[in-house]
Every structure is written in structure tokens, then in C-alpha cells.
């Protein structure tokens, strides 16, 4: 008997969930597309459709409770198991100098790019766990890397932002306690690099497909795959 991997992407209507819905949708995949605007979620699952990949629109917005309720509720409707999770969905807030953040600046940031991982996660725990392999990929950036971002020699060394990266190394750190606690799963982070996306106003030098090399290899390990690890297209990165 033959049996579908299924996968969910949050923030998956443009940029890199939207081309790692479609690289997966190529593998025959079974995909739920999470968006929070939901008439843009909408064109991209009739687009992705279009091509030729399964794929379902899920209205989900990580930053809201009563939203992952309802996702996992949709989701749970159409399969029994969910084997890849992949939490995309993130916001890079404003590039404030250090010395004029303020707490406040923090909130929306931390919001979408940690707790909402969290959230998520939490929430679809009972899917994952009745999934054979379940994966885990929490997508990062090399600008929570400590050691990236205090080497000269690195573009990342060379933005300052409070907010955002300081909550992709607490997005970090939060992949390596689950991986210690949550045996059966593997959950690893993704770094895409430094991709064109309207993140950077498309200044990246990746292409998309580049970009989402991290993700797609991560969301496809086999069960002798790593867990509790840091990624990114060419091998792993450094803490």
C-alpha cells in the first residue's frame, strides 16, 4: 500500500513557503498551504493547483490561538497523520538602530518568529506523533548565528537588528530543547541564506529555489537523518 507524505507550511503563499510548497507538491507530496491573508492564500493553492501540485489552502494565522485551533482541526479532517510541520511564517520588523530599540520594538517580532513556532508546534504534536517519520523544520536565518554575525568576513555581521535576530537564535535554541525532548521526531532549523524575498526588498543573491534547498533537504530526511541541528544549503551551521 502506498501512502502520501503530508505536510503543512506556514506563511507558504509567497516566497520561500510558497516555493517550498511547490518543490514538495513536485515529489507528489500532499501539501497544506498556511496563510493568514486569506485571499492571497487562496491564489497561491489555485496557482500551485495549476502546476499540478496537491495542495489545500489552510486560513492560519501562527499569531492567533483560536486560528491553530482551527487549522488543526481543518487538517485533521482530511488526514490522520501529518508527517513534515515546516513553521515558515515570520516577519523581519524594522531595522532600528540597537541603540534607539525599545522593548516595544520586540513584541511583533517574538510574536510571529518565536512564540507562534511554539504554538504551532504544540498544536499539531498529536498529527506529528501519529505520522511514521515525523520532521520538524523550523526556518531560521544565518543572523541567529552567534559566530556568523560576529564574523567580519560575513554580510550578516554587518546588520543590526535587535529584534529579529535575537529571535531566530531563541527560535534556535527552542529546535535543540525539542529535539533533546521530543524522541521520534526530528526537528532541525533551517538557515536559507541570504535569498531574494520581499524580506530584503529582493536584494538576496539566491534564487528562491536556492533558498529553499535548506528547507526541502530537511523536510525529506530519512529516518537515519539528524535532529537537533542548524542548516543550511551547503551543511551545518555554526551556533
Known amino acids: 500500500m502506498t501512502t502520501t507524505t503530508?505536510?503543512?507550511?506556514?506563511?507558504?503563499?509567497?516566497?520561500?513557503?510558497?516555493?517550498?510548497?511547490?518543490?514538495?507538491?513536485?515529489?507528489?507530496?500532499q501539501i497544506f498551504l498556511g496563510a493568514r491573508d486569506a485571499d492571497r492564500g487562496k491564489r497561491a493553492a489555485v496557482e500551485l493547483a495549476e502546476q499540478g501540485v496537491n495542495v489545500e489552502f489552510v486560513h492560519l494565522d501562527v499569531t492567533s490561538t483560536d486560528s491553530i485551533a482551527a487549522a488543526v482541526a481543518a487538517v485533521g479532517a482530511r488526514i490522520t497523520a501529518l508527517d513534515v510541520l515546516i513553521n515558515n511564517a515570520g516577519i523581519p520588523g524594522a531595522f532600528i538602530p540597537p541603540q534607539e530599540t525599545q522593548a516595544a520594538d520586540f513584541r511583533a517580532v517574538f510574536e510571529t518568529n518565536v512564540f507562534a513556532p511554539v504554538q504551532v508546534t504544540h498544536a499539531f504534536l498529536p498529527l506529528l506523533r501519529a505520522a511514521t517519520q515525523p520532521r520538524v523544520v523550523m526556518v531560521s536565518s544565518g543572523m541567529g548565528s552567534l559566530t556568523i554575525t560576529s564574523d567580519p568576513d560575513r554580510v550578516e555581521s554587518t546588520l543590526l537588528n535587535l529584534p529579529y535576530t535575537s529571535s531566530k537564535s531563541a527560535l534556535n535554541m527552542i529546535t535543540s530543547q525539542y529535539a533533546r525532548e521530543l524522541t521520534g521526531i526530528q526537528i532541525?532549523?533551517?538557515?536559507?541564506?541570504?535569498?531574494?524575498?520581499?524580506?530584503?526588498?529582493h536584494a538576496g543573491y539566491q534564487t528562491l529555489t536556492e533558498g529553499t534547498d535548506a528547507i526541502v533537504r530537511l523536510a525529506t530526511l530519512g529516518p537515519d537523518g539528524p535532529t537537533g541541528g542548524y542548516f543550511d544549503r551547503q551543511g551545518p551551521v555554526p551556533w
Open 188 to 201: 532541525n532549523a533551517a538557515d536559507p541564506g541570504y535569498t531574494a524575498t520581499d524580506f530584503n526588498s
Open 6 to 29: 503530508t505536510a503543512l507550511v506556514t506563511g507558504a503563499n509567497k516566497g520561500l513557503g510558497y516555493e517550498t510548497v511547490r518543490r514538495l507538491g513536485e515529489l507528489g507530496w
